[in-house]
């Protein structure tokens, strides 16, 4: 069983930057790959990047690459995500989930764990 807590959201003006968390429990976090998603006013969720257990691999929606990281640190359960040169087309609700593999996926049916989420607003 892992739990995920994600921190980190706000109220960011247009260009700024964001940290999100997720702080995860459980003794097999680092063997898992882990997610973040978004989830728009509307619209359906969306995959944004995936990094794998080691964090030596990752991989981006082409809507964020280039302005998103993603990053782990297993020794403390935790994976975060930069979020730099926000947009407003950024605004939503973020999601870290857990997979039960070991490497980065871009589908949501590969997350068996979800966080709650934690909204980002950025404003134009």
């Known amino acids: 069983q892992v739990q995920l807590v994600e921190s980190g959201g706000g109220l960011v003006q247009a260009g700024g930057s964001l940290r999100l968390a997720c702080a995860a429990s459980?003794?097999?976090?680092?063997?898992?790959?882990m997610g973040w998603f978004r989830q728009a006013p509307g619209k359906e969720r969306e995959f944004v990047a995936a990094?794998?257990?080691?964090?030596?691999?990752?991989y981006y929606a082409d809507s964020v690459k280039g302005r998103f990281t993603a990053s782990r640190d297993n020794a403390k359960n935790m994976v975060y995500l930069q979020m730099n040169s926000l947009k407003p087309e950024d605004t939503a609700v973020y999601y870290c989930?857990?997979?039960?593999?070991?490497?980065?996926?871009?589908?949501?049916?590969?997350?068996?764990?979800w966080g709650q989420g934690t909204q980002v607003t950025v404003s134009s």
């Open positions: 459980g003794r097999t976090f680092s063997c898992r790959g």
């Open positions: 989930a857990a997979s039960s593999g070991s490497g980065w996926y871009v589908s949501g049916y590969e997350y068996t764990y």
């Open positions: 990094i794998n257990w080691s964090g030596g691999s990752t």
